[in-house]
């Protein structure tokens, strides 16, 4: 167990949805990364936040967005979905700000996306 | 931005013998450098990094070499074993974000 949990576990919805993906970070870590993983696909990273600031933003597409909230957790919103969006999202959190050391990511058990 | 390439995309090796995956960095500036081992329907987990001041970092049959001025990394793993079949990613970083390779399928056979 890596002390980051996500919920849900597992989501089906519809083309055209909107669906919002929770990750709680391990206790005292500040930084939450969000990364999509696509079948055979690695992992793209879509964006970090430290203490509820955007820090970077990678291949995040227009129709997702972020927030990480005061007591840490964060969300990643996905709308307007379509068929591409299926993925496995993985949340992981850090000790580290990043800015000038980043250290271990501990992961998620990801969510499931499955867009129908 | 941080453009990471891996070679291998599959490697298979026979119990016992070595095994060895490759990553090139696009961004000089880089200077944080994992490599995450993600088995069967879990989570990515680190196996071992490096930082841009050192060379070579070994952790029991692990090994991680880097080449800042070619701009790339090597992990090494010696006898090899069936539960060291899995994906590895190597990874990049600089400032804030990571960025991660497209992963190796190793297969380990006994």
């Known amino acids: 167990d890596s002390g980051v949990t996500q919920t849900p576990k597992h989501l089906i919805t519809a083309t055209g949805q909107r669906v919002t993906l929770r990750c709680s970070p391990r206790?005292?870590?500040?930084?939450v990364y969000w990364y999509q993983q696509s079948l055979d696909q690695g992992l793209q990273f879509l964006i970090h936040?430290?203490?509820?600031?955007?820090?970077a933003k990678g291949n995040i597409l227009e129709r997702f967005s972020a927030q990480q909230f005061p007591d840490l957790h964060s969300e990643l919103n996905l709308s307007s979905l379509e068929l591409g969006d299926s993925a496995l999202y993985f949340c992981?959190?850090?000790?580290?700000?990043?800015?000038?050391?980043?250290?271990?990511?501990?992961f998620g058990e990801g969510s499931r996306l499955t867009v129908l | 931005g941080e453009n990471v390439e891996q070679h291998p995309s599959t490697l298979s090796v026979q119990e016992g013998d070595s095994a060895v995956i490759k990553c090139t960095y696009s961004?000089?500036?880089?200077?944080?450098f994992p490599w995450y081992k993600q088995e069967l329907g879990k989570r990515p987990q680190l196996i071992i990094d490096?930082?841009?001041?050192?060379g070579e970092k070994k952790d029991q049959r692990i090994a991680v070499t880097l080449n800042k001025t070619a701009k790339h990394f090597s992990l090494h793993i010696t006898e090899t074993q069936p539960e060291d079949s899995a994906v590895y990613f190597c990874?990049?970083?600089?400032?804030?974000?990571?960025?991660f390779g497209a992963g190796t399928i190793l297969r380990v056979k006994s």
């Open positions: 490096i930082r841009s001041n050192v």
């Open positions: 936040y430290y203490n509820g600031e955007e820090r």
């Open positions: 992981a959190s850090s000790i580290l700000a990043g800015a000038t050391n980043t250290g271990e990511l501990f």
């Open positions: 206790s005292g870590d500040l930084s």
């Open positions: 990874a990049a970083s600089r400032r804030n974000k990571l960025v």
């Open positions: 961004d000089s500036a880089s200077n944080y």
